[in-house]
C-alpha cells in the first residue's frame, strides 16, 4: 500500500466503532459497501491537505511525500474510548448523524511523531546517513518539507484515534461516512506546537429499528405480470418486436401521425402549478417513436397534426406510473412535429427467423427454442417477483429515517452495476464511460431513483433486524454450497481463470445467503398471495 501511495491517496480508513455490521446492512439488499473518505472541514483529507501547501513537492530522495499508510497500531477500541473521550460524549444531530469530539493529549502526538519519524529514516535516503539509522527529526522535515512532515504527523493521529471516536455506540456507527469538523490548519497548528488538541468528528449511524407493521404479520403480494403471459403471447410479442427493430423508415407524405409512425418533434413540458420543466423533455428536435409511448392522451394529441403542425395540451400523470417522484403531477406540452416516418416491417417468414434465433433454419424452429427459454425462465421471473414483493414489504413495515450515505452509496452501486452491463454489451465506449461516470450524471441518476434507493436501504435495515431477531444463523454447508455456485458461474463466464476468493467475496456470498434465509423464514411464516 505504502509503494502506491501519493501525497493526494492519504486518507482514513477502516471506519468507525469497528463497522462490520453496520456496513453489512448497507450491503444486505443493494450490494457493495461503503468507499467514501474520512472527510476534514467538508472537504476530503486530501484536498484540505493540498490547500495547506504552498506549492507542489516533488518526490524525495526517491521516498513519495507522504507514503505513511498503516505506520502505526492503532490504540483498541477500549482504550480509545476511555482515554480520548472520557465522558462518552456523543450528540445527535437532526440528520441522523452523531457527533463528538476526540481529545489528543501528548502521548498520542509523542506517538505520532516518533512513527513518522520512523518510517522515513527507514525510507527517506538523505546523504551521510544509512537508511533505518538515527536521522534527526530537524533533517528529515528539511528534506522531504515541514507541511509535509506535520501532515503526516496529523493523518497518523487520526490513523491512531479515530477507530475509538465512537466506541459506545458499537457497530452502528456506519464506516467510512466520517466527517471531520475541526480546520485542518487548527489542528495542523497543535501538531506544530506539540499542544493537546481536539477535534470534532461526526458520522452516519444506523436509525434504530422501529416497525410500523410487525414483520410477521406482513401480507405480501406478489406481481405475478412477468411470468403470467402465455408462452405462445411472449413468442409473438418477441417475433414483433425484432420485426420492428429491423423496419425501414420512409417518409409519410400529405397525412396526419399515426401509432407505430417515428417522428421527429420539439417539444416543451412544464408543471402546470408553478411552470418548472418536467419530465426531462430534450431540447431541440429528437425521434419519439409512437409504438412505445406509455403517456397518457400524448400520441392521441399528435395523432392531429401534420408536418409543421404543432399543438398544446395537458396530461395527468397517473399513480402507476413508474416513476413515482412524478406520480399525480400535472403538466403541460407544447409539441411541434418536424417529420413522420412510417415504419415498413421485415416480412416474417424462415429467412427473417435466423436473425431472431441463429441456430433456426425455420420460423417453427426458432418459435420452439423460444418457448423453451421462456419456459426455463419462468421460475427465475417468479423468484425475482417473489424477492421483489418481499422487499418492499420489509420496508413498508418500517418506520425509520435513512442516513444520506447509505441511499447514496445504494445508488452509486445500483448505477455501477447498470455501466457494467453496458459495457460488457458492448454497447458504451470508454469514452462514454468516462462521460457517464462524471459526478453531475451519477447524482442526477440518483436523485431520479431516489425512492428506489430508500426502499432498499430500509429493507436492508430490516433484514439484518430479522436475521438477529429469529437467531437464524447460516449453516458452514449452506454457505459452501452457495460459494460453489459463484465458482461454477465463474468458471463458465471465464473460462481457464480462477476466483479470486478475497474476503470482500465471500463476505458478499454470506450476506446473500443470509438475505435468503430471512426470505426463507418469511415465506413459511408470512401470508404470501
Known amino acids: ?16 466503532g469497528g463497522g462490520t455490521r453496520s456496513a453489512t446492512v448497507a450491503r444486505r439488499v443493494a450490494g457493495s459497501g461503503f468507499r467514501a473518505r474520512a472527510r476534514v472541514s467538508g472537504k476530503p483529507q486530501n484536498q484540505a491537505a493540498k490547500e495547506l501547501r504552498s506549492g507542489a513537492r516533488k518526490d524525495v530522495g526517491g521516498v513519495r511525500p507522504l507514503d505513511v499508510a498503516c505506520c502505526a497500531t492503532p490504540l483498541s477500541r477500549q482504550a480509545c474510548f476511555v482515554l480520548l473521550n472520557p465522558e462518552g460524549e456523543v450528540e445527535r444531530l437532526d440528520n441522523g ?25 527507514n525510507n527517506v535516503e538523505i546523504p551521510g546517513f544509512r537508511k533505518g539509522s538515527a536521522i534527526p527529526e530537524s533533517m528529515i522535515m528539511n528534506q522531504v518539507g515541514k507541511e509535509q512532515y506535520f501532515l503526516a504527523v496529523l493523518e497518523e493521529i487520526f490513523k491512531m484515534t479515530l477507530e475509538g471516536a465512537f466506541a ?148 395527468d400523470i397517473p399513480q402507476d406510473w413508474p416513476d413515482e417522484n412524478v406520480r399525480g403531477w400535472q403538466v403541460s406540452f407544447k409539441v411541434k412535429v418536424n417529420e413522420i416516418f412510417e415504419k415498413k416491417l421485415p416480412e416474417l417468414n424462415d429467412a427473417f427467423a435466423a436473425q431472431i434465433v441463429p441456430t433456426a433454419r425455420t420460423l417453427e424452429e426458432a418459435r420452439e427454442f423460444l418457448l423453451k427459454n421462456i419456459a426455463g425462465g419462468k421460475e427465475e421471473a417468479k423468484l425475482q417477483a417473489l424477492q421483489n414483493a418481499v422487499t418492499e414489504s420489509i420496508a413498508d413495515c ?17 448505477y455501477g452495476k447498470k455501466l457494467m452491463e453496458l459495457q460488457a454489451q458492448g454497447t458504451l465506449s470508454p469514452e462514454m464511460i468516462q462521460k457517464f461516470t462524471s459526478e453531475k450524471i451519477v447524482s442526477d441518476y440518483i436523485e431520479k431513483e431516489r425512492g428506489t434507493f430508500e426502499m432498499l436501504a430500509k429493507a436492508s435495515v430490516g433484514i439484518a433486524e ?12 449452506a454457505f459452501e454450497e452457495e460459494l460453489d455456485k459463484i465458482r461454477a458461474q465463474y468458471a463458465q463466464e471465464s473460462p481457464g481463470q480462477e476466483l479470486e476468493e478475497d474476503e470482500q467475496i465471500t463476505q458478499a456470498v454470506r450476506e446473500r445467503s443470509e438475505t435468503k434465509l430471512v426470505f426463507d423464514w418469511i415465506q413459511e411464516n408470512c401470508s404470501v398471495e
Do not use: H
Open 168 to 315: 459506545k455506540l458499537g457497530d452502528r456507527v456506519l464506516s467510512d461516512t466520517e466527517t471531520i469538523e475541526t480546520p485542518t490548519e487548527e489542528m495542523v497548528k497543535a501538531v506544530v506546537t506539540r499542544k493537546p488538541f481536539k477535534y470534532s468528528v461526526s458520522a452516519d449511524v444506523l436509525p434504530d429499528v422501529k416497525w410500523k407493521t410487525p414483520y410477521a404479520d406482513m401480507k405480501i403480494k406478489v406481481d405475478t405480470s412477468a411470468y403470467s403471459i402465455p408462452d405462445e403471447e411472449k413468442v409473438n410479442e418477441i417475433f414483433e418486436s425484432f420485426r420492428k427493430e429491423q423496419a425501414q423508415l420512409s417518409i409519410a407524405v400529405g397525412r396526419k401521425v399515426k401509432r407505430g409512425d417515428m417522428c421527429v418533434v420539439e417539444a416543451t413540458c412544464v408543471k402546470k402549478d408553478n411552470g418548472e420543466p418536467a419530465l426531462g423533455v430534450p431540447e431541440g428536435a429528437f425521434r419519439y417513436d409512437t409504438d412505445v409511448s406509455s403517456l397518457p392522451n400524448f400520441v392521441e394529441n399528435l395523432e392531429k397534426l401534420g408536418v409543421g403542425e404543432e399543438t398544446e395540451f395537458d396530461v
Open 398 to 414: 418500517l418506520d425509520i429515517t435513512i442516513p444520506e450515505s447509505m441511499v447514496r452509496n445504494i445508488g452509486r452501486e445500483e
Open 97 to 121: 448523524r452523531v457527533r463528538t469530539k476526540v481529545f489528543i493529549d501528548m502521548y498520542i502526538i509523542d506517538k505520532a511523531y516518533d512513527s513518522i519519524t520512523n518510517y522515513y529514516r
Open 1 to 16: 500500500e505504502r509503494k502506491n501511495m501519493k501525497v493526494k491517496d492519504v486518507r482514513v480508513t477502516g471506519g468507525v
Open 466 to 477: 430479522i436475521l438477529k431477531l429469529e437467531k437464524l444463523v447460516l449453516s458452514q454447508e
